[in-house]
């Protein structure tokens, strides 16, 4: 679902709807020079590439001389990883403004 130009509370209501059913939700606006996006995929799943790292030889010592193995861009593996996502109301909250560096874009959403 995408939401531009609607109340904030309409926003956090459709939202609500959205993460309780596993619909992505996606909402935002613009300004004059400023604007937000916000997204709220759930449970999202995905899988990174990443380049493998040669392990140490076993009985070699760490020195000036001991050449270290380069990782081999050619020799990649395949991470699944997963990532949660908060709620549009639990991102407006008190909680998410006490960020140590808040977005200006929290500003303009309040």
Known sequence: VCLTCCSRDVMVRVDQICH???VKFFTGDVFGYHGYMFA???EHEFVEEK???PKASPGVEDGPDTKK???DPSETTMVKKRV???PL???LSSAGAALKRAAPDY???Q
């Open 20 to 22: 309780k059913h596993g």
């Open 40 to 42: 709220d995929l759930g």
């Open 51 to 53: 380049t493998k790292v």
């Open 69 to 71: 193995a380069k990782p």
């Open 84 to 86: 949660l996502f908060c």
């Open 89 to 91: 109301k639990e991102a």
């Open 107 to 109: 500003f303009l959403i």
